[in-house]
């Protein structure tokens, strides 16, 4: 157990997916920071730039690995890479995912919609399933998942995102339950809109001559009348994240400026 007022993350292992950009860039950061070791996982073609600084500037130990999270041997790959590096695996932040189009409900098409189920319902499960036989049998673990307001909420014509973090979420409380008596956590942060590049794209979508412009819309609707910041939500998953939480398990956080209170 760490300290009270200290997270006490230090030495543990962490994979963290869609770690190019984003809100999982900002987690190698804080994780970096926090003296953890780290897989950071992403597409294929990503740019780990923004990664081999952070490792850089914080001596971090970080390995960067190419895949696809709804391809189950990409998973494979990963979970070998860390045991066979540092031969257990404490933290699994499952956070890539996509948005998928914004149209209305008749226009929206189905292989748009099969591709964010995979990426944001396979890939969460998968990478749940990965982790969960390593964590299992050494009694100890915390995973946790990246879903959103979405997962509680409709509206926005997103209908594949909206669908896959209500499975986000459902998965989350199913796995938490599942593993709680193997000293496993799962657990979900739900964000709301916050200011990386699914954002931006978003604003691109409903304003595609000034994007910039759709932003005091979006804005509008979070009673903070501000989007997130990366790192507001990775404070919450470092908290999670630390034995300070150990007796979290199953919880779907919002970090939303209030928006599901709303
Ligand atoms: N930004 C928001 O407004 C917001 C709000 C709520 C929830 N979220 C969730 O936060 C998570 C991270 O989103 P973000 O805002 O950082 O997005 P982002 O687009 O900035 O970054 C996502 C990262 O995931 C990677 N990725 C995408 N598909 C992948 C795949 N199949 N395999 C491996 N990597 C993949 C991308 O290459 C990218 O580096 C997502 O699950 C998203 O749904 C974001």
Known sequence: ??????????????????????????????????????LGFDLSGSDFTGVREITRRAGAEVITLEGDVSREADWSRAMDTALKTWGRLDILFNNAGISGPTL??????????????????????L???????????????????????SGSRGGGNIFGYTASKYAVNGMTQSAAVS????????????????????IYELERQVS???????????????????????????NLVAFLASDQAAFMTGALVPVDGGCLAD
């Open 1 to 38: 157990m760490s300290a009270p007022g200290t997270l006490g993350l230090e030495g543990r292992t962490i994979i963290i997916t869609g770690a190019a950009r984003g809100i999982g860039l900002s987690a190698v950061e804080r994780f970096a920071d926090e003296r953890c070791k780290i």
């Open 179 to 198: 593993l709680a008596r193997h000293g496993v956590r799962v657990l979900a942060v739900c964000p709301c809109p916050t200011r990386t590049d699914m």
């Open 208 to 234: 595609p001559e000034n994007p910039a412009s759709a932003r005091p819309g979006l804005a509008a609707g979070i009673p903070m009348k501000r989007y997130g910041e990366p790192h507001e939500i990775i």
């Open 127 to 149: 990478g749940m399933q990965h982790a969960a036989r390593h964590m299992k049998p050494l009694g100890r673990g915390v995973i946790i998942n990246v879903s959103s307001i």
């Open 104 to 125: 209305d409900l008749t226009r929206y098409p189905v292989d748009a919609f099969d591709r964010v189920m995979d990426v944001n319902v396979r890939g969460v499960f």
